[in-house]
């Protein structure tokens, strides 16, 4: 039987600490490439928490585009 961890997930913790360390930049390149909508969700979650990352503007905006990106209907994904 497989225990599923509670809390954020491996990517969510990399995030975090990319956001952290400032680089804008690179965070937002790796929320376009987002493993799932689900990962995206508990970031935004987690940079609303009081002992959150500076906010970047930036950041917010590519983390509402790739919601609304995610939550979109697909005709064909590449493998």
Do not use: F, Y
Request: overall charge positive; aromatic content about 2%; proline content about 9%.
């Amino acid at each position: 039987m497989v225990k599923h961890k509670s809390g954020p997930s491996e990517w969510v913790t990399k995030m975090l600490a990319l956001i952290r360390s400032g680089n804008a930049t690179a965070a937002i390149a790796q929320i376009k490439a987002a493993p799932s909508a689900k990962d995206v969700a508990q970031l935004r979650v987690m940079l609303q928490l009081p002992n959150a990352p500076a906010r970047h503007p930036n950041v917010d905006t590519a983390l509402n585009e790739q919601v609304v990106a995610l939550a979109s209907p697909r005709l064909h994904r590449a493998p």
